[in-house]
């Protein structure tokens, strides 16, 4: 609806100069005309633009709870800013003069500004919008970006089970350090004031609540890994910490990998194995026992034993009697209860045989001596070249290995020939040197 500006007289050349305040209910923004209509002639037409408002967050990036000042520019003037009117990150922030607020209400002076301060309130870290409702019905936006504190974590790599220690000097400061009083800030481990790992709240079982923070917003406290799968199964961690104010302090605990070595890394069966395992776990598990940690020799368990103080073991154990040979197999070291392990390759040699002497005469006595073979197994032949030994009946013993001794029978020609031994599964041979007399 058009609105009269009034009237003015233009001088002897047919000029003006008028001013006139922009009428109150003009939308913001909005392009509006200013008609000057004389009383002889055509009317002139031009064009004023009403920008949008403007707001500035001062400072711009904040803690929960902080102080922000908040200026707002280009609205309506001589307008009181109701309850209601501003929101940063879609929540409800209360403005003064109203409730418990204290101060004077958000009022615009003649040009349409106004500045007041706030608190920013309990929101995640990250950029948020920061909105003001016009007197027109306009939204009026800019931006915040909360912050959240640095959680530092010593040491910064552990183990399941492991006690390490958090600090902050990022929490909401306290007015009083009369404990109890609804205004001294802590973790308190209820609602949202907790400790988390990966966004999920951290038990009592590890950590002692409610938590201490000094009145210069410190703290300082210990925490135990859990060992269970959600941590054992990541190689890092945020670790985050809420106040009772809402202010966050976070930081990254990287959780270190067991390993295991076995000494030596090939032997036959029944032979002894030095197993070594850094990195497991420490503390007791959910029954209130030391953790055990399970051993075993491919599918085979072979031991149970328990880490030390550090998470760490050495133990042997013999290789099984009848593990396959001419394999590789694994050696795991597994927590009980926990999705905890670690493993290492370790190889039983193929069957095999040595010779003793592997030179000598025609009539000399040459020792066999065979591993790795099946056990119990008949020996079906015994061959020195073309020709077969003459031997008592044998066969291997409960590890698959044995011993013969053979006389290298005449006829043989000289030089290299190849002994072979089987049984019905298995062959192998070596080499022998025939010499003369």
Do not use: C
């Not at 204290?102 to 301060?117: I, L």
């Not at 104010?245 to 976070?250: I, L, N, T, V, Y």
């Amino acid at each position: 609806m058009p609105i009269n500006l009034g009237t003015f007289e233009v001088d002897k050349r047919g000029d003006f100069d008028i001013e006139f305040q922009i009428p109150q209910n003009a939308r913001v923004p909005s392009t509006n005309r200013i008609i000057v209509t004389p009383r002889f002639g055509e009317a002139l037409t031009v064009f004023h633009f009403i920008p949008n408002s403007r707001i500035t967050v001062n400072p711009g990036t904040a803690l929960v709870g902080d102080e922000i000042v908040i200026s707002l520019d280009g609205t309506r003037s001589d307008y009181t800013l109701p309850t209601g009117a501003l929101n940063i990150g879609g929540t409800h922030v209360p403005l003064p003069g109203y409730v418990d607020v204290p101060g004077e209400k958000a009022k615009t002076n003649s040009s349409g500004s106004a500045t007041f301060t706030v608190t920013v309130p309990v929101l995640a870290s990250g950029r948020h919008t920061v909105d003001i409702l016009g007197a027109t019905g306009e939204v009026t936006t800019t931006s915040l970006t909360v912050l959240e504190g640095i959680l530092q974590i010593v040491p910064a790599s552990a183990i399941p089970g492991q006690t390490v220690y958090l600090r902050s000097r990022y929490f909401s400061p306290s007015t009083t350090n009369e404990p109890g009083r609804s205004n001294v800030p802590e973790i308190s481990g209820v609602g949202e004031s907790m400790l988390q790992i990966d966004g999920q709240r951290v038990g009592p079982n590890y950590v002692n609540y409610p938590i201490k923070i000094g009145l210069d917003g410190q703290a300082f406290f210990p925490f135990t890994l859990p060992t269970d799968s959600s941590v054992t199964s990541m190689s890092q961690l945020r670790i985050s910490a809420i106040d009772t104010e809402g202010r966050r302090s976070a930081g990254n605990l990287r959780v270190s990998k067991p390993i295991v070595n076995v000494s030596p890394d090939s032997g036959l069966r029944d032979s002894q194995i030095t197993l070594r395992g850094w990195g497991f776990v420490v503390g007791k598990n959910f029954l209130g026992n030391t953790h055990r940690i399970e051993l075993y020799y491919g599918e085979e368990l072979v031991k149970l034993i328990h880490a030390d103080s550090q998470g760490g073991f050495t133990t042997q154990f013999r290789v099984p009697k009848d593990a396959d040979a001419g394999t590789e197999h694994a050696v795991t070291a597994r927590v009980l209860f926990a999705d905890v392990q670690a493993s290492a390759a370790h190889k039983i040699p193929a069957p095999g045989i040595v010779l003793s002497p592997d030179r000598g005469p025609a009539g000399s006595v040459v020792r066999i001596i065979g591993t790795g073979y099946p056990p119990n197994a008949p020996m079906t032949s015994v061959r020195l070249g073309f020709r077969q030994a003459s031997v008592p009946p044998s066969k291997t013993n409960d590890l698959g290995n044995f011993s013969l001794n053979i006389l290298v029978p005449e006829g043989l020609q000289l030089g290299q020939i190849t002994v072979s031994v089987s049984t019905i599964s298995s062959s192998t041979s070596g080499k022998f040197i025939v010499t003369a007399n």
